[in-house]
């Protein structure tokens, strides 16, 4: 199956955002690619943190959902919409909220970011728990792919990345490929991004795409990006360092049942 991750530059206008999107839904659509997965923030990068409030939608309703379900119907993909700010229980909060849409352009799974970054080094400073509130549930969804394969795919959000035991349950689950839309600062992703990703990939015998946001912002903030596909054995299958673009990869089945036949390590865990 054809995958793509889909790197953007997000600045602060919600239209603008949408429309790049749309060009590299289009892309990857036109290239074959079955599942394409958007970012982190795709939809703003804002000025500040709170902008993500005014930008809130309810679920089941609002521009970035029908722009999503949209492009899934018109352009016959699976489409993760990255991160987008929905209703939570505090009117000074948001879930940062990864949405799945079926080539039908129904939402099939939700998953609300659980692990909030913060990061203080003196210069550079992130609280994501200032405006987000944190989920509480691991998510995975079935993906029937048009050779008949299903391919049972786990979520998560960026700074979840630091986190192995998510991943963990993933694979206990059955995944066999894991998400990570992200926004890693240039900072931190320069120093554990990639080393993080094959982590992922090896330790749960995986295949992983993470679609990143990578560039100078409008709000002055600089991303990592470096979206890639890492297969179960930890190699980097495509990648793009930075600016707007489509990461397209395949995911073979066969390899991936290769891969744990000749280690089978998930059936040694003992904890």
Partial sequence: ?????????????????????????????????????????????GLADADKLALRETMGDGVVQRFLAQAARELGLWVVGGTLPLVCDSEERVHNTTLV????????????????????????????????????????????????????????VCYDLRFPELYRQHARAGADLLLVPSAFTYTTGR?????????RAVENLAYVLAP??????????????????VDPWGSVLAQQPEGAGVVLGTLDAAHLRQVRRQLPALEHCVL
């Fill in 101 to 156: 849409f079926s080539p039908a352009g129904d939402c099939v799974a939700r998953y609300d970011k659980i692990h909030l970054f913060r990061f203080d080094n003196g210069t550079e400073c992130f609280d994501e728990a200032r405006v987000i509130q944190a989920g509480r549930e691991s998510v995975r969804f079935a993906l029937p792919a048009r050779d008949g394969n299903v391919w049972r795919v786990g979520l998560s």
């Fill in 191 to 199: 120093a554990h991004w990639e080393v993080l990703l094959r982590a």
């Fill in 212 to 229: 990143a946001q990578g560039g100078t912002h409008e709000n002055g903030r600089r991303t990592w990006g470096h979206s890639m596909l």
């Fill in 1 to 45: 199956m054809k995958v793509a991750a889909l790197q953007m530059v997000s600045g602060v206008a919600l239209q603008a955002n949408l429309a790049q999107a749309r060009h590299l839904l289009e892309q990857a659509a036109q290239a074959g690619a079955e599942l394409a997965v958007l970012p982190e923030y795709f939809c703003a990068m």
